[in-house]
């Protein structure tokens, strides 16, 4: 199997840190997106969506979108991890955490960087006036999740899980826009500072 993927983004992150979590190596092939590689109808073939990373299993079946792969990854090697929960309170509380981190900061980011930077000018109509008010939007989400953090040490309850590795990789995009993790938010910052030390993410 190999996923295919650009080291570095954001969404690959998310993979690799997951799956050195779990203590598994997966051979990886790198996908040129600034050249659209992510593009071409050989990769669309592989991934409807055109986005990295991408799963392919030896049978020639490919899995995209990046917390899919965890989840294959999570269901197929035997593990006591947890990183999706134990209990279903556990599971529906990672989820809704998950969901409210990618909608309201991945999401936010991702769009507020790409307007406001142009990258992908060649291939997408950018707004920059949409990338400002996306940064906004980001900034005002981060209070939030500072608050959660005051409740619990882990953004999801008692235990490290896919929502706090989501919520990492986000907090290392926010450099790219100019959002400091400052004094304002304390409890982002000891969670911030306390996830850093994980083997998972030192690895990266």
């Known amino acids: 199997m190999i996923i295919h993927e650009k080291t570095g983004t954001p969404s690959a992150e998310r993979v ?59 269901a197929t090697t035997p593990n006591d991890k947890a990183l999706f929960g134990r209990t279903p309170l556990e599971q529906a509380q990672i989820e809704m955490w998950q969901r409210i981190i990618e909608l309201q900061g991945v ?40 608050t959660q953090l005051s409740k619990a040490p882990y953004v999801a309850g008692a235990s490290f899980s896919i929502a706090d590795i989501t919520a990492y990789v986000l907090c290392s995009f926010l450099g790219r826009l100019e ?12 969670w911030h500072q306390q996830v850093s030390q994980r083997p998972s993410i030192q690895g990266a």
């Open 16 to 74: 690799a840190i997951f799956l050195r979590e779990l203590e598994i190596d997966v051979e990886r092939s790198d996908v040129d997106i600034r050249a659209a590689e992510n593009r071409t109808e050989a990769f669309m073939n592989k991934a409807p969506n055109g986005l990295i990373p991408v799963l392919e299993l030896d049978d020639g079946t490919h899995i995209c979108e990046s917390v899919a792969i965890c989840r294959y990854f999570d």
């Open 179 to 190: 959002i400091e993790l400052n004094n304002t938010l304390p409890n982002l910052q000891r």
């Open 107 to 146: 999401v936010p980011a991702f769009q507020a960087f790409r307007n406001i930077s142009g990258f992908f000018s060649d291939r997408e109509t950018c707004i920059k006036a949409w990338g400002e008010e996306s940064r906004t939007r980001l900034i005002n989400f981060l209070p939030i999740l500072d």
